[in-house]
């Protein structure tokens, strides 16, 4: 305790000690603040949770028929029931998983085309696999697209969000455009962007593709001098093609009715794309007119080749496409910044670029004028509204502090010393995170819980410096003590109800720390205490030597 005065005293009474306390705590801020541009502290809304399933979306090109489908799926279990760690699958062709909150967000309620189809996967339970879910999904996803990619499959891997569910990790919205077209292929172009970016993975774009159907359009004509019923042949075609329930099934342990569809079996089904191998197909259909004879559909039905319009998605009463991506391992906003450095620098050959809001663009056409908006949305957007919430809370909670400090102590100085303390014990928070990044297999992210547990900081390093400032202000007036010797004695008595505080608070913080949503809390908490600790003995003494006699009455 003697030794601890003395050297505080020693570092109060000389100026260039004093000085060099100053100058390391400064390095010290530096450094730590420099590690987020250089990306040895990553930010990370939360990280990745470990879970016990995860889903596989299976979108073909448009066009393709469900049995293309099926054969992509039926790849892709074959290869994952290939891993020791999956239990189960379940598949669902032409129709999204059963519903929960995240499936919803991600529009699983909307499929029901041939050429979709999605996969829920069931992997064993975290005690009994030495992998987490978001490193076995990670491994499996490069193998799985490598050997299943067919028929222009777009394969993605959907793990369960740690936080709120949104659309994709990355969402790029784009708006604008003189038509849907046009908008589709500036949409292509950031697509094309996006998959050159090293740790994002299941780029899909959110617009349909052009692709050939056949409509049937009937000769009335000929069919009511055919001596047929035009809506004979209607129900024909019907059954034939899409099928219909024509009754249902009663069972004693069913809890609803069990429906009877009928249609024909898979003889209906097309050869070929072709014109002609769907009119070979109309001419085994056959139907009998009021004489008795069988004519095939063929002979009533002309055969048209149209391109399928457009399904068009809005937001906001504005028409946009939503190119989507997912991270692999990484948070969303490094490879999004190199995209987005890569936009500006590719684009703009072509595009005039305007930067609008934040991380969005716009691009005007050189030639045409036409104008495109680009919104980036989704986990991205979360993230950055958090860390702009969590970053405002902060500065609130300052100047609140700041504020109350100036009514206590009636110096101005003096509560921005104790608010500068505070401020100071960011840096504990950085390195305690890279500390622990260097022991964890993962990268350990800076988190909004992170935040959270430095914004509750504020307060107990607040309380140290106050402690220590009223000490010392009571030894000067009570024992008429000069400030220094004050200042340093004060300090040198608070130090072991502060480290008990401290230590406390680390032990308790310790049950956070490998916690895959909390552990950014434990770890800033640790970090942060046992640097208010130092802070406290060696920062606030030279901060508040100079303005304590402006207190003392």
């Known amino acids: 305790m003697i030794k601890l005065e003395n050297f505080i005293h020693s570092i109060l009474e000389s100026k260039s000690k004093s000085i060099l306390v100053y100058v390391i705590t400064l390095i010290l801020f530096i450094l730590s603040v420099a590690t987020f541009p250089t990306e040895i502290t990553k930010a990370k809304m939360l990280p990745s949770k470990d879970s016990d399933s995860f889903s596989v979306y299976v979108n073909l090109k448009d066009g393709y028929s469900i049995n293309h489908t099926k054969e992509v799926t039926r790849c892709i279990s074959q290869e994952l029931q290939k891993n020791e760690n999956i239990t189960n699958i379940s598949v ?81 919205e784009i708006y604008g455009g003189a038509s849907f077209e046009n908008r589709r292929d500036f949409s292509i172009k950031i697509a094309k962007i996006l998959k050159e970016q090293a740790t994002l993975v299941d780029i899909d774009i959110m617009a349909s593709h052009d692709f050939i159907k056949y409509e049937l359009e009937l000769d ?10 035009l809506e004979q042949i209607k129900n024909v075609l019907y059954i034939a093609y899409e099928g219909m329930p024509i009754s249902v099934v009663n069972e004693n342990k069913a809890e609803n009715q069990i429906p009877i569809f009928l249609r024909l079996d898979d003889s209906r089904l097309l050869d070929r794309k072709s014109k002609e191998s769907l009119n070979s197909k109309l001419q085994n259909l056959k139907v009998m007119n009021q004489n008795g004879f069988m004519i095939s559909l063929s002979e009533f039905v002309t055969i048209k080749e149209v391109i399928k319009e457009p399904e068009l998605t809005s937001k906001n009463l504005n028409q946009m496409i939503n190119v989507i991506a997912e991270t692999n391992k990484d948070s969303q906003i490094y490879p999004l910044l190199d995209a987005r450095t890569q936009m500006l620098e590719e684009l703009s050959s072509d595009y005039e670029v305007i930067k609008t809001d934040m991380l969005n663009l716009a691009f005007v056409d050189k030639k045409t004028n036409e104008r495109f908006d680009l919104v980036f949305d989704g986990e991205l957007k979360v993230t950055l509204d958090t860390f702009k919430d969590l970053g405002g809370a902060f500065i609130i909670a300052l100047v609140l502090i700041f504020f109350l400090m100036v009514m206590y102590y009636k110096s101005f100085a003096l509560s921005g010393g104790i608010v500068l303390a505070s401020f100071v014990s960011i840096v504990g928070v950085i390195f305690a995170h890279i500390i622990m990044d260097a022991f964890t297999a993962d990268t350990f992210y800076l988190t909004a819980t992170s935040l959270i547990g430095f914004i509750g900081l504020i307060g107990i390093n607040s309380r140290n410096s106050t402690l220590i400032i009223d000490f010392s202000k009571q030894l000067v007036i009570e024992e008429n003590m000069e400030i220094n010797k004050a200042i340093a004695k004060a300090t040198a008595t608070r130090s072991k109800p502060i480290i008990l505080t401290v230590l406390t608070m680390v032990f308790a913080s310790s049950l956070l720390a490998t916690d895959a949503v909390f552990g950014g809390l434990g770890i800033a908490l640790i970090g942060g205490t046992l640097i208010s600790y130092v802070v406290s003995m060696f920062f606030v003494p030279v901060i508040i030597k100079n303005h304590l006699h402006k207190i003392i009455k």
């Open 220 to 229: 009335n004509n000929k069919i009511i001098k055919s001596g047929v019923n």
């Open 92 to 172: 669902f062709v032409s129709e999204g998983q059963p519903l929960d909150f995240a499936a919803l967000v991600k529009q699983s309620a909307l499929k029901d085309k041939q050429w979709q189809a999605e996969m829920m996967v069931n992997i064993k339970k975290a005690d009994n696999r030495n992998i987490t879910s978001y490193n076995l999904v990670s491994n499996l996803r490069e193998e799985v697209k490598t050997k299943c990619s067919l028929y222009e499959a777009n394969i993605k891997f959907i793990e369960l969000p740690a936080g709120p569910p949104v659309l994709a990790s990355i969402v790029a």
